[in-house]
């Protein structure tokens, strides 16, 4: 392989036109990371939920604009692998740290809320995470309910999924719908024995 193919993709040095310093390749993640964190609490949920196209081009375009945030103007292999590794590092410290101190989590990914309760559309709390209806409706045909109607309880979850449990029937709707299936019932057998009367009677 050629050296300078070798120079370009890991040379950090001083003297490259698009350096920058070992330092400053572990701050920019950091700081970057710490910014998205607190951005994204403050701009709620719905964000990571991706509800509708505005949030997945609010994502794309963040991921876009933090790019060069992140690496500077250096575009060498070893920058793009110090940034990526002191990403991942921070994280998995930031992660241990939440995982032993419950607290900081519920202050740093914030508590679930409750859109619907009992069947009932919780308006404030729409308005709240700025979640429309028709969102949220086709967000419940998605997990596989027809309509809002068969959901007794919808959670907007801390991490932005949406958690929908199914409404159970109450007991005067349970005795209407087995007496109807008995009379379904009845009448198939009626039809049957007025079909053997005929045959008999032919």
Do not use: C, W
Request: no cysteine; charged share 25%.
């Amino acid at each position: 392989m050629d050296a300078s193919i070798l120079t370009n993709l890991f040379h950090i040095g001083p003297d490259a036109q698009t350096s920058v310093s070992l330092l400053e390749k572990i701050v920019r993640p950091i700081a970057v990371y710490l910014f998205l964190v607190v951005g994204l609490r403050l701009a709620g949920k719905r964000e990571l939920a991706q509800l509708n196209a505005f949030d997945l081009v609010v994502l794309l375009m963040l991921s876009n604009t933090v790019q060069n945030a992140i690496i500077g103007a250096d575009n060498s292999l070893l920058g793009g692998l110090i940034g990526a590794t002191t990403l991942l590092v921070f994280n998995y410290l930031v992660v241990r740290f939440v995982f032993a101190h419950p607290r900081v989590e519920r202050y740093v990914e914030g508590e679930a809320d409750v859109l619907v309760r009992h069947g009932v559309l919780l308006e404030d709390r729409l308005r709240t995470e700025g979640v429309t209806v028709d969102e949220l409706e086709a967000a419940a045909r998605r997990q596989g309910f027809g309509s809002l109607r068969e959901v007794d309880e919808a959670v907007l979850e801390a991490n932005g999924g949406v958690t929908f449990v199914a409404r159970k029937p109450r007991p005067h709707e349970v005795r209407h719908q087995d007496l109807l299936r008995r009379l379904d019932d009845l009448a198939i057998e009626v039809r049957a024995l007025r079909a053997k009367l005929e045959e008999k009677g032919a």
